[in-house]
C-alpha cells in the first residue's frame, strides 16, 4: 500500500533508473560497460523503488515515533544520546564515563558501571511478569507438545544450571565455555547461565562439523564443551554427541584438554544419541541437575566492560576471528534496537527464525527480546518441515505477532507455499528481515503476502562484529524502500568512502565502501588472542594516525560495498572481499580452500559463489590435481566430503570441477573473477593480462559447454553477483 509521507510529504523521490560504480570489488563488467571500468570496479544497475508507509495502527502503539530522535542521537549529543540506551538496563552501580576513547580503538562504553546480564533479561522481570511466558519451544515433529516457560521457571532453571557450571565444573568469571548446541530452550539457559557467573559463552552453530568446533574450542580456550545428545532435523533425529567426541579429539590435536562434556538430552526419558558416553569426561546435564534442584546463585556483578561472549566469524583470510562482546555497551545497544526497531513490548510475542548459533540469534533471540521482558518463540527445525505452511502454522498456534527472518528463508517458502500464508490467521504488526540484500521481489511477496500489506518491515543491515542493527528503518517513523536498508540507527554515522578515503557524497550515484565513523554501545571489543589483527581488519584502512585517541580518526571498515541514494537510504551491495554468503552464513573462501588442500591429490583450489536463487550464493569448487594424479570423480568426491566434515554440511560445493590449471595472473595470484564469471554463465572479459590465458577457454568450455558463451550477463546478474567478489 502506497501513501504519501506523512511527515514530509514532497519527500518521494521519482522512480528513476541510476547505474552505479563500485569501487574495490572484483567483477568485471559486459557489454559497452567494459571499456570504461577498470578490473577492480562493478557496475550496480536498479531501478529505484517507491516507498511504503507505516500504517496509522502500527504507529499509534509503536515504541518510537518521535522523529525528533534523529536530533537527539546527532552528532553533537554523541556519546552521551547512548544514555538512553543504557538507561533501559539495570545497573547494580551507574557508569562515570559513558566512552573511553583512550586505547582507540578498543572503545570502552559504560566504564565504572557494573552490571549482571541475566538479571538484566530473567530476575528483574519477576516482579511483573513472574507468570507471563518467556520462552516458547516449538519442537520439529508437529505433534510434539510446545515447551513454555515462565519467568520464573527460566530463572529457576538458569540458576540451577549457574550452579552447576559453577560447583561441579569450577567455572568463573572470565572463564570459556564452548557449547555446540542445536535450538532448544537449554541453550539459552546454558547461556544465561554462563552470564550468571561472568563466564564467556562461545556458541558455535549446531549444523558446524564437530571438527569446526573443536577449532573454536582450541582457540577460544575452553576446558568444557556444552552439547546436547540428539535433535531433528527435516524429519530426521540427528545424532549430535558424535560431534563432541569429534570435537574434543580435534582440540586435543591441537593441546587443548577438554575436561568435561556436558550433554544435555533431547527427552526426557530415553538417549537420543546411539554415540557412548565416555565415563569420567562425559555427563547428562539432566541427571547432574538432579544435585542442584532449587539452588540459587547470586548475579556476579561485572564490569561493562568484560566480555559476554565470543562469536567466531569467518573473514576472508586466516582462521575464523573470535568476535568478543561487551556486557553493558552490548545488552544496552540490542536491548534499544529491539524495542525501538522491532518495537518489542513486554507483551509481544516475538518469533526470531534465526538460529542462536549465529549472532542474529544471540542479540535478537536471547539477549534483546529477553531484556525488553517479551516472549521469545524457539523453532528446533527447518522453516519448511513437514511442509511451507508450517511457519503460518506456529505463528497462528502461539499468536505471533514480531516476526523476524532472512531472504533466503523469505525466498524458500515464497517458493515451496506462495499463498501458504493465506491460510492461517495470524497477524504481524511488524517484520525484520537480516543476513543479506533482499531482491525487491522477495520484499514485496514478504510485505504483500506475508505481512498483509499491515506488517511494516525493518531491512537490517549489522554485521557479528556490529552486535545489533546499524542501517534500518525506525518503523513508526520512516519509510519502507524494497531492496534498501535506509537510513543510519540514530548514533550511528555512516559514510561511503572510496579507495583513497574521500566521502562518496550521497546521491551521487556511486558505490564504495561504507564505513561507521564512529563508535557504539554494541561494537566488539577485540578479536579474542589477537588484537592486532583487530585494528588491521577493521580499523587500519582509513586511519591515518595510529596514535590518536579520537574516535574521528578511527572509522569502522564494515568490508560491504554501498551506496546512499538522494534520499539518504542506504542500500548495502554485499562484501568487498571474498566471503561467500550462503544462505545468510557467510563462509571463507580461505577456510574451504583449506579444506580442499587437505586432500593430498590436490593442488590448487579456488573457490567462488554462484548465484543460487534460494540461497543467494553456494560455493562451487575449482581444484587441480597434483602432477601425475588422474582427473577422477572419486577425488571431487572426497573434496567435497573434506569441505562437509571440516566446515560443515551448509558449505557442501555445488559442483567440485577438476581443471588442468588455476587462471593466474603473472604474479601467481589465481584469478577467482574469471572463475566466477565462468561458473555464473558470464562473460569471462579481458584476459590479456594472464599468465595463462588459453586455460581459461578451456574451462569456460568444461563448465559451459562448447559453443559461444551461453549467456551475456544482465544488469541483474551483476548486481547480484558483486556481492561476494
Ligand atoms: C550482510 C549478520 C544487506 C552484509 C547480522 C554483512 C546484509 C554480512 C544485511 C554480515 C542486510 C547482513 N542487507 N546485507 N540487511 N544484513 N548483511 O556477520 O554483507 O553473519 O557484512 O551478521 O551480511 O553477516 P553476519
Redesign the pocket.
Known amino acids: 500500500m502506497r501513501q504519501r509521507n506523512p511527515y514530509n510529504p514532497d519527500s518521494t523521490p521519482r522512480p528513476h533508473e541510476v547505474r552505479h560504480v563500485m569501487a574495490g570489488a572484483r567483477t568485471q563488467v559486459t557489454g559497452e560497460d567494459q571499456s570504461r571500468l577498470s578490473e577492480a570496479e562493478i557496475a550496480v544497475h536498479w531501478k529505484e523503488e517507491a516507498l511504503y508507509y507505516p500504517g496509522p495502527k502500527f504507529i499509534g502503539q509503536a515504541n518510537w515515533t518521535d522523529p525528533g530522535v534523529m536530533e537527539r542521537f546527532s552528532e553533537k549529543n554523541f556519546p552521551e544520546c547512548f544514555r538512553e540506551f543504557a538507561d533501559l538496563l539495570t545497573w547494580d552501580q551507574y557508569w562515570h564515563t559513558t566512552l573511553d576513547t583512550s586505547k582507540a580503538p578498543f572503545w570502552k562504553w559504560f566504564v565504572g558501571g557494573k552490571l549482571n546480564v541475566s538479571a538484566n533479561c530473567v530476575d528483574r522481570h519477576l516482579a511483573m511478569y513472574a507468570n507471563k511466558s518467556s520462552l516458547i519451544w516449538v519442537p520439529e515433529p508437529e505433534d510434539e507438545p510446545t515447551v513454555v516457560l515462565t519467568y520464573q521457571e527460566l530463572y529457576n532453571r538458569v540458576n540451577e544450571m549457574a550452579a552447576l557450571l559453577r560447583d561441579h565444573c569450577g567455572l568463573k568469571k572470565g572463564d570459556r565455555v564452548t557449547i555446540h548446541m542445536p535450538m532448544v530452550p537449554e541453550l539459552p539457559i546454558t547461556m544465561l547461565a554462563c552470564a550468571r557467573l561472568g563466564v564467556i559463552h562461545s556458541v558455535v552453530f549446531g549444523g558446524f562439523s564437530g571438527e569446526a568446533c573443536g577449532a573454536r574450542i582450541v582457540d577460544s580456550g575452553s576446558r568444557i564443551l556444552v552439547t546436547m545428545d540428539g535433535y531433528y532435523r527435516s524429519g530426521k533425529l540427528l545424532d549430535h554427541k558424535v560431534n563432541a567426541d569429534i570435537a574434543v579429539a580435534a582440540a586435543e590435536k591441537e593441546g587443548t584438554k577438554v575436561e568435561k562434556v556436558l550433554v544435555w538430552k533431547r527427552f526426557r526419558d530415553k538417549a537420543a544419541s546411539p554415540t557412548p558416553m565416555i565415563a569420567g569426561r562425559d555427563f547428562y546435564v539432566n541427571d547432574v541437575l538432579k544435585q542442584f534442584a532449587g539452588a540459587k546463585v547470586e548475579p556476579v556483578s561485572i564490569p561493562a566492560e568484560d566480555p559476554l561472549f565470543l562469536m567466531y566469524?569467518s573473514g576472508s583470510t586466516g582462521k575464523p576471528k573470535g568476535c568478543q562482546h561487551s556486557s553493558g555497551g552490548y545488552l544496552a545497544y540490542v536491548t534499544g534496537t529491539s524495542k525501538f526497531i522491532q518495537d518489542i513490548h513486554p507483551t509481544d510475542i516475538y518469533w526470531c527464525m534465526a538460529d542462536i548459533g549465529?549472532?542474529?540469534g544471540h542479540s535478537y533471540i536471547v539477549y534483546g527480546p529477553l531484556a525488553n521482558a517479551a516472549t521469545t518463540v524457539l523453532y528446533e527445525g527447518v522453516p519448511t518441515y513437514p511442509d511451507a505452511g508450517r511457519p503460518w502454522r506456529i505463528a497462528e498456534r502461539l499468536g505471533v505477532n514480531i516476526f523476524h527472518t532472512s531472504p533466503t528463508a523469505i525466498r524458500s517458502l515464497r517458493k515451496l507455499g506462495p499463498d501458504e500464508p493465506k491460510k492461517y490467521r495470524y497477524h504481524f504488526k511488524c517484520m525484520t528481515?537480516?543476513?543479506?540484500?533482499?531482491e525487491p521481489e522477495a520484499w514485496k511477496w514478504y510485505y504483500e503476502v506475508v505481512g498483509r500489506s499491515e506488517a511494516v518491515i525493518t531491512?537490517?543491515?549489522?554485521?557479528?562484529?556490529t552486535g545489533g542493527f546499524l542501517c534500518t528503518t525506525k518503523p513508526g517513523i520512516d519509510p519502507m524502500k524494497p531492496g534498501s536498508?535506509g537510513p543510519p540507527m540514530p548514533g550511528i554515522y555512516p559514510a561511503i568512502l572510496d579507495e583513497q578515503g574521500n566521502e562518496i557524497p550521497t546521491g551521487s550515484g556511486r558505490a564504495g565502501n561504507i564505513v561507521i565513523r564512529n563508535p557504539w554501545p554494541g561494537i566488539f571489543e577485540t578479536i579474542w588472542g589477537d588484537p592486532d589483527r583487530f585494528v588491521k581488519t577493521y580499523y587500519a584502512k582509513y586511519n591515518k594516525n595510529k596514535s590518536s585517541t579520537d574516535w574521528h580518526d578511527w572509522p569502522y571498515f564494515?568490508?560491504?560495498g554501498a551506496l546512499r541514494a538522494p534520499d539518504g537510504y542506504i542500500r548495502?551491495l554485499?562484501?568487498v572481499d571474498d566471503v561467500i554468503?550462503v544462505a545468510?552464513?557467510?563462509l571463507g573462501t580461505k577456510e574451504l580452500e583449506s579444506a580442499c588442500l587437505t586432500v593430498p591429490e590436490v593442488a590448487e583450489a579456488a573457490v567462488v559463489p554462484i548465484v543460487d536463487p534460494e540461497k543467494g550464493r553456494v560455493p562451487e569448487v575449482y581444484v587441480a590435481l597434483k602432477p601425475g594424479v588422474k582427473a577422477d570423480p572419486a577425488v571431487a568426491e572426497k573434496v567435497s566430503k573434506a569441505i562437509e566434515t571440516q566446515i560443515g554440511k551448509i558449505a557442501r560445493p555445488r559442483t567440485v570441477r577438476i581443471v588442468p590449471d588455476m587462471p593466474k595472473t603473472r604474479s601467481g595470484k589465481i584469478m577467482r573473477r574469471v572463475l566466477a564469471s565462468i561458473s555464473n554463465r558470464m562473460d569471462y572479459g579481458d584476459i590479456s593480462t594472464l599468465s595463462n590465458p588459453e586455460v581459461v577457454e578451456q574451462i569456460r568450455v568444461m563448465v559451459q559447454g562448447a559453443g559461444p558463451v551461453e549467456k551475456q550477463a544482465g544488469p541483474d546478474d551483476i548486481k547480484q553477483f558483486g556481492?561476494d567478489v
Request: aromatic fraction near 10%.
Open positions: 566469524t549465529w549472532i542474529t528481515t537480516v543476513g543479506e540484500p533482499i531491512d537490517t543491515w549489522w554485521q557479528t562484529e536498508a564494515a568490508g560491504d548495502i554485499g562484501r554468503n545468510g552464513h557467510r556481492k
